[in-house]
Protein backbone atom coordinates (compact mmCIF):
# COMPACT_ATOMS: atom_id res chain seq x y z
CA UNK A 1 0.00 0.00 0.00
CA UNK A 2 1.36 3.31 -0.74
CA UNK A 3 1.34 6.69 0.60
CA UNK A 4 -0.10 9.83 -0.56
CA UNK A 5 0.96 13.40 -0.61
CA UNK A 6 -1.34 14.30 1.99
CA UNK A 7 -0.32 11.21 3.95
CA UNK A 8 3.46 12.54 3.38
CA UNK A 9 2.51 16.06 4.78
CA UNK A 10 0.24 14.20 7.74
CA UNK A 11 4.33 12.76 8.46
CA UNK A 12 6.04 16.09 7.94
CA UNK A 13 4.01 17.20 10.20
CA UNK A 14 3.74 14.79 13.17
CA UNK A 15 7.86 15.16 12.42
CA UNK A 16 7.96 18.78 12.98
CA UNK A 17 5.79 18.45 16.02
CA UNK A 18 8.48 15.98 17.54
CA UNK A 19 11.30 18.79 16.81
CA UNK A 20 9.37 21.17 18.19
CA UNK A 21 8.84 19.71 21.78
CA UNK A 22 12.44 18.78 21.81
CA UNK A 23 13.43 21.96 21.05
CA UNK A 24 10.90 23.64 23.28
CA UNK A 25 11.92 21.13 26.48
CA UNK A 26 15.87 21.44 26.03
CA UNK A 27 15.49 24.95 25.61
CA UNK A 28 13.63 25.09 28.72
CA UNK A 29 16.09 22.81 30.63
CA UNK A 30 19.04 24.54 29.35
CA UNK A 31 17.42 27.83 30.36
CA UNK A 32 16.39 27.09 33.97
CA UNK A 33 19.01 24.10 35.13
CA UNK A 34 22.18 25.43 33.35
CA UNK A 35 21.65 29.00 33.33
CA UNK A 36 21.45 29.16 29.78
CA UNK A 37 24.77 27.81 28.57
CA UNK A 38 23.97 25.71 25.57
CA UNK A 39 26.90 23.92 25.83
CA UNK A 40 25.60 21.92 28.99
CA UNK A 41 24.08 19.53 26.09
CA UNK A 42 27.48 17.95 25.80
CA UNK A 43 28.03 16.84 29.62
CA UNK A 44 31.56 18.06 29.42
CA UNK A 45 33.25 16.63 32.78
CA UNK A 46 35.46 19.11 35.40
CA UNK A 47 37.46 15.78 35.63
CA UNK A 48 38.69 15.29 31.76
CA UNK A 49 40.71 18.19 30.42
CA UNK A 50 39.45 20.61 27.37
CA UNK A 51 41.04 21.90 24.52
CA UNK A 52 41.50 25.72 25.28
CA UNK A 53 40.17 27.34 22.38
CA UNK A 54 36.99 25.53 23.39
CA UNK A 55 37.39 25.60 27.29
CA UNK A 56 35.78 29.77 28.01
CA UNK A 57 32.43 29.58 27.97
CA UNK A 58 32.03 25.36 28.15
CA UNK A 59 29.39 24.21 31.35
CA UNK A 60 31.48 21.54 33.22
CA UNK A 61 29.82 19.15 35.31
CA UNK A 62 31.30 18.07 38.13
CA UNK A 63 31.75 14.53 37.29
CA UNK A 64 33.29 12.84 34.55
CA UNK A 65 30.78 13.96 31.71
CA UNK A 66 29.84 11.29 29.48
CA UNK A 67 30.65 10.79 25.73
CA UNK A 68 28.94 13.70 23.74
CA UNK A 69 32.08 16.07 25.20
CA UNK A 70 34.22 13.93 22.69
CA UNK A 71 31.82 14.06 19.72
CA UNK A 72 32.10 17.86 20.35
CA UNK A 73 35.86 17.79 19.81
CA UNK A 74 36.09 15.81 16.53
CA UNK A 75 32.96 18.30 15.43
CA UNK A 76 35.75 21.20 15.98
CA UNK A 77 37.94 18.93 14.38
CA UNK A 78 36.94 16.37 11.98
CA UNK A 79 39.99 15.84 10.23
CA UNK A 80 42.36 15.27 13.27
CA UNK A 81 45.00 18.16 12.58
CA UNK A 82 44.78 19.71 15.96
CA UNK A 83 45.29 17.05 18.14
CA UNK A 84 42.41 16.71 19.99
CA UNK A 85 42.60 12.83 20.32
CA UNK A 86 44.71 13.51 23.77
CA UNK A 87 41.57 15.14 25.53
CA UNK A 88 39.30 11.81 24.32
CA UNK A 89 39.49 8.60 26.99
CA UNK A 90 38.87 6.50 23.80
CA UNK A 91 39.90 7.97 20.94
CA UNK A 92 39.71 5.35 18.59
CA UNK A 93 36.70 4.62 19.03
CA UNK A 94 34.98 7.82 19.60
CA UNK A 95 36.02 8.98 16.17
CA UNK A 96 35.25 6.52 14.45
CA UNK A 97 31.84 7.83 14.80
CA UNK A 98 32.52 10.45 12.56
CA UNK A 99 29.11 11.54 10.55
CA UNK A 100 27.30 13.18 13.07
CA UNK A 101 30.39 15.72 14.18
CA UNK A 102 31.16 15.67 10.05
CA UNK A 103 27.20 16.69 9.66
CA UNK A 104 27.42 19.53 12.33
CA UNK A 105 31.14 21.08 10.77
CA UNK A 106 29.35 21.46 7.31
CA UNK A 107 26.78 22.87 8.67
CA UNK A 108 28.89 25.28 10.12
CA UNK A 109 30.90 25.76 7.00
CA UNK A 110 33.72 24.84 9.35
CA UNK A 111 33.36 28.31 11.61
CA UNK A 112 34.45 27.32 15.19
CA UNK A 113 31.59 29.87 16.41
CA UNK A 114 28.76 28.27 14.62
CA UNK A 115 29.72 24.15 15.34
CA UNK A 116 28.57 23.76 18.79
CA UNK A 117 24.60 25.30 17.57
CA UNK A 118 24.99 23.03 14.67
CA UNK A 119 25.70 20.28 16.29
CA UNK A 120 22.87 20.24 18.15
CA UNK A 121 20.48 21.62 14.93
CA UNK A 122 21.87 18.48 13.45
CA UNK A 123 20.62 16.43 16.59
CA UNK A 124 16.82 17.68 16.53
CA UNK A 125 17.04 17.25 12.71
CA UNK A 126 17.79 13.92 13.19
CA UNK A 127 14.79 13.16 15.25
CA UNK A 128 12.53 14.55 12.70
CA UNK A 129 13.68 12.51 10.38
CA UNK A 130 13.32 9.14 12.38
CA UNK A 131 9.67 10.29 13.34
CA UNK A 132 9.18 11.26 9.48
CA UNK A 133 10.48 7.80 8.51
CA UNK A 134 8.74 5.34 11.60
CA UNK A 135 5.59 7.67 10.46
CA UNK A 136 5.94 7.04 7.11
CA UNK A 137 6.40 3.11 7.60
CA UNK A 138 3.23 2.73 9.77
CA UNK A 139 1.12 4.96 7.70
CA UNK A 140 2.14 2.47 4.80
CA UNK A 141 0.57 -0.36 7.19
CA UNK A 142 -2.58 1.68 7.87
CA UNK A 143 -1.50 3.36 11.21
CA UNK A 144 -1.89 6.42 12.49
CA UNK A 145 0.97 8.50 11.85
CA UNK A 146 1.06 10.01 15.10
CA UNK A 147 2.58 6.68 16.09
CA UNK A 148 6.02 7.61 14.52
CA UNK A 149 6.36 9.62 17.67
CA UNK A 150 7.04 6.26 19.79
CA UNK A 151 10.63 7.05 18.04
CA UNK A 152 11.40 10.14 20.25
CA UNK A 153 11.15 7.68 23.35
CA UNK A 154 13.40 5.36 22.20
CA UNK A 155 16.47 5.21 24.72
CA UNK A 156 18.90 6.33 21.65
CA UNK A 157 17.00 9.19 21.01
CA UNK A 158 16.06 10.08 24.37
CA UNK A 159 19.96 10.17 25.03
CA UNK A 160 20.81 11.78 22.27
CA UNK A 161 19.24 14.92 22.33
CA UNK A 162 19.86 15.16 26.57
CA UNK A 163 23.61 14.23 25.73
CA UNK A 164 24.68 14.88 22.49
CA UNK A 165 25.39 11.35 21.15
CA UNK A 166 24.88 9.38 18.39
CA UNK A 167 22.91 6.59 19.05
CA UNK A 168 19.81 8.03 18.12
CA UNK A 169 21.20 9.22 14.65
CA UNK A 170 21.71 5.41 13.68
CA UNK A 171 18.12 4.81 14.80
CA UNK A 172 16.67 6.97 12.87
CA UNK A 173 19.35 5.31 9.55
CA UNK A 174 17.60 1.96 10.73
CA UNK A 175 14.03 3.91 10.53
CA UNK A 176 14.43 4.72 7.14
CA UNK A 177 16.31 1.57 6.14
CA UNK A 178 13.32 -0.59 7.30
CA UNK A 179 10.81 1.71 5.15
CA UNK A 180 12.95 1.60 1.81
CA UNK A 181 13.45 -2.24 2.56
CA UNK A 182 9.84 -2.92 2.61
CA UNK A 183 9.28 -0.02 -0.83
CA UNK A 184 12.31 -1.89 -2.24
CA UNK A 185 14.23 1.43 -2.89
CA UNK A 186 17.47 -0.23 -2.87
CA UNK A 187 19.57 2.88 -3.89
CA UNK A 188 18.54 4.94 -0.97
CA UNK A 189 18.72 1.94 1.36
CA UNK A 190 22.24 1.92 -0.11
CA UNK A 191 22.98 4.93 1.12
CA UNK A 192 21.31 4.34 4.43
CA UNK A 193 23.55 1.62 5.12
CA UNK A 194 26.87 4.00 4.15
CA UNK A 195 25.79 6.53 6.52
CA UNK A 196 24.57 4.53 9.05
CA UNK A 197 28.45 2.64 9.17
CA UNK A 198 30.17 6.15 9.48
CA UNK A 199 27.48 7.04 12.03
CA UNK A 200 28.56 4.28 14.50
CA UNK A 201 30.17 1.05 13.97
CA UNK A 202 27.72 -0.96 14.61
CA UNK A 203 25.88 0.48 11.79
CA UNK A 204 27.57 -1.71 9.54
CA UNK A 205 25.21 -4.66 10.96
CA UNK A 206 22.73 -2.72 7.89
CA UNK A 207 25.40 -3.62 5.48
CA UNK A 208 25.76 -7.20 7.02
CA UNK A 209 21.93 -7.61 6.60
CA UNK A 210 21.76 -6.39 2.54
CA UNK A 211 24.81 -9.00 1.99
CA UNK A 212 23.89 -11.62 4.26
CA UNK A 213 19.93 -11.65 2.63
CA UNK A 214 21.64 -11.20 -1.27
CA UNK A 215 23.87 -14.36 -0.41
CA UNK A 216 21.04 -16.07 1.26
CA UNK A 217 19.60 -15.57 -2.65
CA UNK A 218 22.43 -16.56 -4.39
CA UNK A 219 22.30 -12.78 -5.89
CA UNK A 220 26.41 -12.40 -6.08
CA UNK A 221 26.07 -9.04 -8.02
CA UNK A 222 23.74 -7.09 -5.55
CA UNK A 223 25.86 -8.70 -2.74
CA UNK A 224 29.16 -7.59 -4.13
CA UNK A 225 27.04 -3.83 -4.60
CA UNK A 226 25.62 -4.05 -0.93
CA UNK A 227 29.69 -4.60 0.47
CA UNK A 228 30.37 -1.84 -1.26
CA UNK A 229 28.98 0.85 0.96
CA UNK A 230 31.12 -0.26 3.57
CA UNK A 231 34.27 1.14 1.68
CA UNK A 232 33.78 4.83 2.51
CA UNK A 233 33.83 3.48 6.63
CA UNK A 234 37.52 1.40 5.91
CA UNK A 235 38.66 4.38 4.39
CA UNK A 236 37.83 6.24 7.42
CA UNK A 237 38.95 3.23 9.53
CA UNK A 238 42.13 3.28 7.63
CA UNK A 239 42.72 7.05 8.26
CA UNK A 240 42.24 6.40 11.69
CA UNK A 241 44.60 4.00 12.53
CA UNK A 242 47.37 6.35 10.86
CA UNK A 243 46.51 9.53 12.50
CA UNK A 244 44.82 8.32 16.57
CA UNK A 245 47.10 6.85 19.34
CA UNK A 246 45.58 3.45 20.07
CA UNK A 247 44.39 2.94 23.71
CA UNK A 248 42.48 0.14 25.21
CA UNK A 249 38.44 -0.03 25.90
CA UNK A 250 36.54 -2.33 28.25
CA UNK A 251 37.19 -5.95 28.20
CA UNK A 252 35.01 -9.20 28.24
CA UNK A 253 34.79 -11.64 31.42
CA UNK A 254 31.03 -13.51 31.54
CA UNK A 255 29.87 -15.83 28.77
CA UNK A 256 27.50 -13.36 26.26
CA UNK A 257 23.73 -13.25 27.85
CA UNK A 258 24.78 -14.55 30.71
CA UNK A 259 25.24 -10.45 33.00
CA UNK A 260 21.49 -9.84 31.62
CA UNK A 261 20.04 -12.86 33.78
CA UNK A 262 22.44 -11.93 36.54
CA UNK A 263 21.52 -8.67 36.22
CA UNK A 264 17.94 -9.35 37.52
CA UNK A 265 19.26 -9.99 40.85
CA UNK A 266 21.70 -8.13 41.35
CA UNK A 267 20.55 -4.36 43.41
CA UNK A 268 22.46 -1.64 42.07
CA UNK A 269 23.51 0.38 44.95
CA UNK A 270 22.92 4.68 44.29
CA UNK A 271 24.19 7.25 46.69
CA UNK A 272 20.78 9.20 47.41
CA UNK A 273 19.03 6.35 49.70
CA UNK A 274 15.18 8.67 49.48
CA UNK A 275 14.70 7.78 45.55
CA UNK A 276 17.09 4.25 45.76
CA UNK A 277 13.46 2.60 45.48
CA UNK A 278 12.38 4.32 42.76
CA UNK A 279 15.40 3.82 41.01
CA UNK A 280 15.94 -0.05 41.41
CA UNK A 281 12.64 -0.54 40.56
CA UNK A 282 12.85 1.27 37.21
CA UNK A 283 16.66 -0.87 36.80
CA UNK A 284 14.57 -3.97 36.75
CA UNK A 285 11.76 -3.26 34.71
CA UNK A 286 13.95 -1.78 32.27
CA UNK A 287 15.69 -5.61 32.59
CA UNK A 288 12.84 -7.42 32.45
CA UNK A 289 11.84 -5.17 29.50
CA UNK A 290 14.92 -6.16 27.89
CA UNK A 291 14.92 -9.76 28.49
CA UNK A 292 10.94 -9.82 27.22
CA UNK A 293 12.04 -8.33 24.10
CA UNK A 294 14.78 -10.57 22.84
CA UNK A 295 12.47 -12.95 23.68
CA UNK A 296 9.78 -11.64 21.73
CA UNK A 297 12.06 -10.68 19.14
CA UNK A 298 13.38 -14.00 18.56
CA UNK A 299 9.52 -15.31 18.39
CA UNK A 300 8.58 -12.45 15.07
CA UNK A 301 12.29 -13.01 13.53
CA UNK A 302 11.46 -16.77 13.23
CA UNK A 303 7.65 -16.07 12.45
CA UNK A 304 8.85 -13.64 9.52
CA UNK A 305 11.33 -15.54 7.88
CA UNK A 306 14.82 -14.23 6.06
CA UNK A 307 14.67 -10.49 4.92
CA UNK A 308 17.14 -7.87 5.21
CA UNK A 309 14.83 -5.94 7.79
CA UNK A 310 14.93 -9.30 10.08
CA UNK A 311 18.49 -10.44 9.23
CA UNK A 312 19.55 -6.72 10.80
CA UNK A 313 16.74 -7.21 13.65
CA UNK A 314 17.87 -10.52 14.73
CA UNK A 315 22.14 -8.94 14.16
CA UNK A 316 21.22 -6.69 16.87
CA UNK A 317 19.78 -9.14 19.00
CA UNK A 318 23.07 -11.11 18.60
CA UNK A 319 24.86 -8.06 19.27
CA UNK A 320 23.28 -7.03 22.85
CA UNK A 321 23.65 -10.56 23.76
CA UNK A 322 27.35 -10.11 23.20
CA UNK A 323 28.04 -6.68 23.79
CA UNK A 324 26.73 -7.81 27.73
CA UNK A 325 29.55 -9.69 28.76
CA UNK A 326 31.65 -6.25 28.68
CA UNK A 327 32.52 -5.51 32.25
CA UNK A 328 30.24 -2.51 33.91
CA UNK A 329 27.68 -2.74 30.62
CA UNK A 330 24.35 -3.50 32.08
CA UNK A 331 24.83 -1.79 35.23
CA UNK A 332 22.57 0.68 33.94
CA UNK A 333 19.73 1.09 30.79
CA UNK A 334 21.33 4.39 29.93
CA UNK A 335 24.13 2.09 28.53
CA UNK A 336 22.54 -0.90 27.90
CA UNK A 337 19.45 0.20 25.77
CA UNK A 338 21.05 2.43 23.28
CA UNK A 339 22.92 0.07 21.34
CA UNK A 340 19.82 -2.10 20.95
CA UNK A 341 17.38 0.58 20.21
CA UNK A 342 17.09 -0.57 16.63
CA UNK A 343 15.77 -4.01 17.32
CA UNK A 344 13.69 -2.06 20.45
CA UNK A 345 12.17 0.20 17.49
CA UNK A 346 11.95 -2.67 14.88
CA UNK A 347 9.84 -4.68 17.66
CA UNK A 348 7.50 -1.52 18.71
CA UNK A 349 6.81 -0.71 14.95
CA UNK A 350 5.61 -4.83 14.56
CA UNK A 351 3.81 -4.34 17.76
CA UNK A 352 1.81 -1.51 15.80
CA UNK A 353 1.20 -2.75 13.05
CA UNK A 354 -0.26 -6.09 14.16
CA UNK A 355 -2.36 -4.49 17.21
CA UNK A 356 0.01 -6.27 19.11
CA UNK A 357 -0.68 -3.45 22.23
CA UNK A 358 0.70 -5.29 25.00
CA UNK A 359 3.45 -6.07 23.22
CA UNK A 360 4.75 -2.53 23.05
CA UNK A 361 5.04 -2.94 26.90
CA UNK A 362 8.27 -4.55 27.24
CA UNK A 363 10.58 -2.63 24.33
CA UNK A 364 9.70 0.92 26.01
CA UNK A 365 9.77 -0.16 29.54
CA UNK A 366 13.85 0.59 28.91
CA UNK A 367 12.94 4.16 28.31
CA UNK A 368 11.49 4.59 31.82
CA UNK A 369 14.88 3.83 33.24
CA UNK A 370 16.80 6.53 30.88
CA UNK A 371 14.20 9.06 31.39
CA UNK A 372 14.76 9.40 34.67
CA UNK A 373 17.87 11.88 33.87
CA UNK A 374 14.80 14.16 32.78
CA UNK A 375 13.63 14.49 36.35
CA UNK A 376 16.36 16.60 37.99
CA UNK A 377 15.95 19.44 35.28
CA UNK A 378 12.26 19.22 35.01
CA UNK A 379 12.39 19.98 38.79
CA UNK A 380 14.51 23.00 37.89
CA UNK A 381 11.93 23.87 34.77
CA UNK A 382 8.89 23.60 36.84
CA UNK A 383 10.26 25.83 39.69
CA UNK A 384 11.04 28.68 36.89
CA UNK A 385 8.19 28.51 35.52
CA UNK A 386 6.37 28.94 38.74
CA UNK A 387 9.10 31.78 39.68
CA UNK A 388 10.62 30.02 42.70
Known amino acids: MGVSLTDRRACALVAVLAALLVYAWTAARIH ?40 RYLAHDPFLQKGYSRYVDYPLLRFRRVLVPLAAWLMALGRRGWIDGAYIAVEFLLVALGVY ?25 LASFDRMLVDGALATWFAGFLLYCEERRWTRVWVLAMLAAL ?6 LLAAALVTDRLWHRDWRRAVWFAACGVPTAAWYAYLDAHVPHRGFVSARVIPGWSILRRLFWLRPYPDPPVQLLLRVADLLAVLGLVISLLLAVRWLLELGISPATLCAGFFLALELALSSLAGYMDEAYGFARPVSPLLLWLMIEAVSRKKWTALAPPLLPSISVSLVFASPLVAVVKGLLGR
Open 199 to 204: TRETGV
Open 133 to 157: WCARLLERRGRSPLWGLLFVVLPAT
Open 32 to 71: YAFGGNWTAVFCTGATFPIPPELEPGTYRFERGGYDGQFY
